[in-house]
């Protein structure tokens, strides 16, 4: 059988139709076992098909693809010369070259103080990771989680070691830090929110000189457990608190059934003001003309006007008052009754001779 007629419908690399897959090692295992059956040396033109087939077999597996919200991390002799988007790409095969692919959308996790099992955030506590010194020389046991998102997939593959263990580690320092800088009743009473976000911040600075490559998203405090010494008055703090919510609540409730009325009332108590001195601006106005024109009188008259402001002041005074007529003469008391009800009489020394009240 000629190397132009295979026969039996195949050709010399025993390929069975465009639906099979591609098996290099059968092709030449297939070849080899069909140039054994020639007697002789094989044509020398077989030798560079062969190596032509296994070359383009081995370029054939530099095609990679990246999903959609990764990034891969091109390697060329081990160094990481890019970062490729997502799409298919080419690059040299292995071992010349390789390709390590992150997620940069997802959020990772990393617990600290106890392990996670089957949900996110539960699991078994490890005691030397929670036990932390508090500033009032108490012991804390807190879990918490880490959360993050790759930002530069470059750094954190290469610039640290184990990069969720570099993580983990860093973020328990800090928190070690940051409960030493706090009493234990600061972090059982007050809210955690402002406890994660300082170690946010100072974790996220931390990594920032590491050059980690990563954004700290959040870090969520699941639970803070005190010593057994201070449980009974834990209690209290928390009761104290509740009693506190309370008054609170009850105090706003009263402010807010007392305020419209008390706002309504001081609007009235200003309305009435506005009138009360429109009224006394009016009189004083009166008064100070009715000075004026008195004035331009007097101007003209001084005697006159005297004399008569004295009877005016005169008869003002005495319109009111007990009068008791004494004569000159004699001791004889008499009584001028008067409209309103007379006070008890008032004896009144000797007056001149033929002088007498004037009105």
Known sequence: MGWNDPGRGQDPWGRRGASGPFDLDAIIQRLWRRLRRHRGAPPPWIFGVTAFAVMAGWLVTGFYSVPQGDRAVLLQFGQ???????????????????????????????????????????GEPAPAEAAMLTGDQGIMRLQFAVQYRIVDPRHYLFNVDHSRKTIARAAEAVMRQAVADSSSNAILTHDAHQLAATVKARLQGLLDRYGAGVHIVAIKIQKATPPKSVLA???????????????????????????????????????????????????????????????????????????????????????????????????????????????????????????????
């Open 80 to 122: 990481a010369v890019r970062v490729t988007r997502p799409g298919a790409h080419w690059r040299w095969p292995a071992p010349l070259a390789s390709d390590q692919v992150v997620s940069i959308r997802q959020i990772h996790v990393v617990a600290v103080g106890y392990r996670p099992m089957s949900k996110l955030y539960e």
């Open 233 to 359: 008055a834990l209690g209290k703090v928390v009761r104290a608190r509740e009693d506190a919510k309370r008054y609170a609540s009850e105090a706003q409730a009263y402010a807010d059934s007392i305020l419209p009325k008390a706002s309504a009332d001081g609007v009235a108590m200003i309305d009435k003001a506005h009138i009360y001195r429109a009224h006394v601006m009016a009189k004083a106005r009166a008064r100070s003309a009715r000075f004026l024109a008195l004035d331009k009188i007097y101007e003209r008259a001084p005697l006159v006007t005297r004399e008569r402001l004295l009877i005016d002041a005169m008869a003002h005074v005495y319109r009111k008052a007990h009068k008791v007529m004494v004569s000159g003469t004699s001791q004889t008391v008499v009584n001028v009754p008067m409209a309103s009800p007379a006070k008890p009489p008032v004896l009144a020394g000797h007056a001149p001779a033929g002088a007498g009240n004037k009105r």
